[in-house]
């Protein structure tokens, strides 16, 4: 594989000041947590100092002054020093590829989207979309796995597989791994052309996909523990959603899709992958951003 080219740029700048973008500035506020609102109060106020002075990047100290000013000592002090640790994305000078994995369900999409919001990554894409794209290549009698939806998979497994152990899991993994080799392809386009890139998709079952060079690569999965907290996630698809998505599918098979849940899980915890809870989206968002940050943090501390 040939070397990555400069990575795609992240909200923060380089060592000498952070380069004033106002959505660029939003942006990185949001990802350390500030409220969108006061995150462009602060950014309209860094914009507005910056021109008075005919200044294009934000003095360090200047940016703790007008944090504290707009946001409040605790919070304009922690915001800053937050930022800063997101500048060790920028320095590692490395494509970032996250990997967001889970059961059907778990809010992948929305907490994958919201993260490369976030980060400035323009490249979100889904395991399913790859799987839909292999079905246009591979058969039903070919590859019958992917023909079915991942709780529905065990389907396309000869009968004799199907009466023996857990169809709901082996047909799974049987197009887990079948999927996991466009994944997989995808992951290198990105590394060839340096391209940072949020994945999400149930198919990133810790452990199956293989080793990620080249880049600083997080990887988690999102959890529900709550069944009932599970299958509200499904009614609110089926009221939002056209007939294509609708929840009621997903209810029938909610069972099968627990237990699909519980085996990702279980591989985590054997991986070292990280869970995060998403009772609440904004929350389960921010614990991903951390685990970006700190993974930044070591990798810098490494290079070092």
Same mark, same amino acid.
């Given at each position: 594989?040939?070397?990555? +080219?400069?990575?795609?740029? %992240? ?38 100092? !910056? =021109?008075?002075?005919? =200044? ?30 997101y500048q060790d994305l920028r320095e590692l000078d490395l494509p970032v590829i996250i990997l $967001? ?28 979309? $790859? ?25 396309? %497994? ?10 709901? !899991? %082996? ?5 887990? @791994? ?30 199956? !996909?293989?080793?990620?060079?080249? =880049? ?7 959890? #529900? ?25 997903? !209810? ?5 899709? +627990? ?7 279980? +591989? ?6 990280? #869970?995060?809870?998403?009772?609440? $989206?904004? @929350? ?15 990798? +810098?501390?490494?290079? =070092?």
């Amino acid at each position: 594989m040939s070397q990555p +080219r400069r990575s795609d740029p %992240l909200p923060l700048g380089g060592e000498h000041g952070l380069p004033f973008s106002k959505g660029m500035m939003a942006r990185a506020l949001m990802a350390v947590g500030v409220a969108p609102q006061r995150a462009y109060e602060l950014a309209r106020r860094v914009e507005d100092d !910056l =021109a008075a002075k005919g =200044a294009e990047t934000a003095d360090r100290e200047r940016l703790d002054e007008l944090a504290i000013e707009i946001l409040g000592e605790v919070e304009g002090t922690e915001t800053v020093r937050q930022l800063r640790r997101y500048q060790d994305l920028r320095e590692l000078d490395l494509p970032v590829i996250i990997l $967001v994995g889970g059961a059907t369900g778990t809010g992948k999409s929305t907490v994958a989207t919201e993260v490369a919001h976030r980060l400035g990554i323009t490249r979100v894409t889904s395991t399913d979309f $790859v799987r839909q794209t292999m079905r246009a290549f591979f058969s039903r009698e070919f590859m019958p796995s992917i023909h079915y939806s991942s709780f529905e998979a065990g389907h396309g %497994l000869p009968e004799e597989e199907q009466e023996t152990g857990d169809p709901t !899991l %082996l047909g799974f993994l049987e197009q887990t @791994r079948n999927v996991l080799v466009g994944v997989n392809a995808s992951i290198e386009r990105a590394l060839e052309e340096g391209w940072s890139m949020v994945l999400e998709g149930i198919h990133l079952v810790p452990g199956m !996909l293989p080793r990620i060079e080249g =880049a600083l690569v997080i990887e988690c999965i999102l959890h #529900i523990t709550d069944t009932e907290n599970h299958r509200s996630h499904f009614l609110i698809r089926d009221i939002v959603s056209d007939e294509r998505r609708a929840g009621s599918k997903y !209810l029938d098979h909610l069972a099968e899709i +627990r237990r699909i849940q519980t085996y990702i899980a279980e +591989r985590a915890r054997k991986t070292g992958v990280a #869970i995060v809870e998403n009772a609440d $989206v904004e @929350r389960a968002t921010g614990e991903v951003m951390e685990l970006v940050v700190s993974a930044a943090e070591r990798a +810098r501390e490494h290079v =070092a």
